[in-house]
Each structure stands twice: as structure tokens, then as C-alpha cells.
């Protein structure tokens, strides 16, 4: 890899990539779990949450900057993910968890356990 291509990557911010996930997608931008429309919270302080990382960038700090660990969801679905519990997602029986279960099964799988 070049020098010039190593330092761009050093000054690609994860804000850069969720701009650039967020233009890729189609209008209306509706979470893939919830089935709820998103750009309400483009250009507020919400709009980061949602972002969400499907293996924890703490864990697997490789995959920080990479779109295949990261899906564009509701911020409610993003919290409930990270921080919740299988009782408090189960809440929620309409929404499609299955998106994220599969999905982080699958680099899982990849990336190793």
C-alpha cells in the first residue's frame, strides 16, 4: 500500500463513513429491523446512533471502518443491541432481529469468535 494511501485511511473517520453509508442509501432510509423511516435524525444529535456496529468495535477494532460491520437501523434498535437484553428486545416481536442475529453470526464466522 502506498504512503499516500496509508495516511487517507489514517484521516478516514468513522463520522466520513457513516456520510458516506448514509448518501449510499436509498430514500426513504428505513431500518432493516424496525421497518421505522430514518431522515428524521439527519442533522441532529441523534443521527450517529444510527449506526450500528454488528461485532463491537472494542473487541474487533479491525472492523471499526468496515461497512460489512456496520448497519444503518433505528437509534432504539441500535440501544436495545448494544446495551439491552434478549427480555428487552423481545419487547419488541415485530421488529426483525434476525437482520443483526444473522449478520453477526456471519462475520462471526469470518473474523473468528
Sequence with gaps: MSKKRQEELKSYSQIDLFNEMWD?????RIC?????ELDRFEGTDNWHWCFAHILPKG??????L???????????????????TQRQR????????????LKREELLNKYGR
Design 32 to 36: 432493516p429491523v424496525s421497518n421505522k
Design 66 to 84: 468496515k461497512k460489512e460491520n456496520i448497519i444503518v437501523v433505528y437509534p432504539k434498535v441500535h440501544t436495545l443491541y448494544d446495551q439491552g
Design 24 to 28: 449510499e442509501m436509498q430514500k426513504p
Design 59 to 64: 473487541k474487533y477494532p479491525e472492523l471499526k
Design 90 to 101: 423481545n419487547l419488541y416481536p415485530l421488529w426483525n432481529w434476525d437482520v443483526l442475529y
